[in-house]
């Protein structure tokens, strides 16, 4: 029997999110988010960091390019050729391969970052997503969310847009922050900050008016922010034992969890991907800097 493909989460490909870069909407937005996501994480010289729903790679090779060691997965092999010609003519090196969100192929306590950016509206069921994503945390690890906020002008489009016909907001879900920390809480994790970003309506001159204001209406408040990000800690404590972010008892907290588990991820090779994204045509004239993934392409 010919095994079914799988769906992939969204209907965008990478030549969308180039064009919504290219636009002065996407490249303002871009930027906001961009700088909101990366002052989150702070110094990622050394760490190991996971980009779950890696997409065309921006988010991972900006990262990779501050000194992480970087694993993206994705289900869309589209995204994952895209993202693999974006490491390449960045000269920085990545590892790509298979995998979703609900469940990551890799043992528990493997990473000392995890970062998801516009993910999670695509997934059915967030809280089980967030359960693999604080699984895979080593004690001590961070888990950083950047996610389409509900309560935002941007939601209501988008949620007009899919009763239009639209398939990728038809099937999107988007959520609050509190409902994102609730998840992140239940998962065991620590939350530590939540922020908002893009609080102006999708039109290129209100953006230049209020981009001034967005970082300090972001610290204070995240109703009428089209993005959130929210910043969580893995207990750096497990077995009745203290634990660093390296080298702790990754394996004692998981069974403690009762999750720990033995799986194994194959990274696709590089130098293959470079042909097939050059061959979908999806990332000409690659730019000389990361932005962030695109969260608010139409």
Known sequence: MVQEPRPTPTQIGPAAYDTWRRTPLGAL??????????????RLDDLHVLDVGTGDGAFA???????????????????????????????????????????????????????SVAVLCFVADAAAAIREMA??????????????????????????????????WRS???????????SMAAAGLTVMSVDGAVFYPQFAAAARLMAPWDRWLGRRMTFGAAFVVISARKPSTSCGGPSSIRGGPARCFGAAMGTWRRQTFTPIDISKRRVAA?????????????????????
């Open 135 to 168: 699984r895979v945390l080593r004690p001590g690890g961070r888990l950083i969310l950047g996610e389409l906020n509900r309560w935002s002008s941007w939601a209501g489009l988008r949620y007009v847009k899919g009763l239009a016909g639209s398939r990728t």
């Open 278 to 298: 050059g061959a979908i045509g999806t990332m000409p004239g690659l730019p000389t800097s990361s932005p962030s993934k695109p969260s608010g392409l139409a």
């Open 172 to 182: 999107a879900r988007f959520r609050t922050a509190a409902q994102l920390r609730r």
């Open 61 to 115: 090779v900006e990262a990779a390019r501050r000194g992480a060691v970087v694993t993206g997965i994705d289900p869309d092999p589209a995204m994952l050729a895209a993202a693999a010609a974006r490491a390449h003519a960045m000269d920085v090196g990545l590892q790509l391969g298979d995998g979703r969100a609900e469940q990551l192929p890799f043992a528990d306590g493997t990473f000392d970052l995890v970062f």
């Open 29 to 42: 937005t871009e930027r906001l988010e961009h700088g909101l996501i990366f002052e989150a994480a702070g």
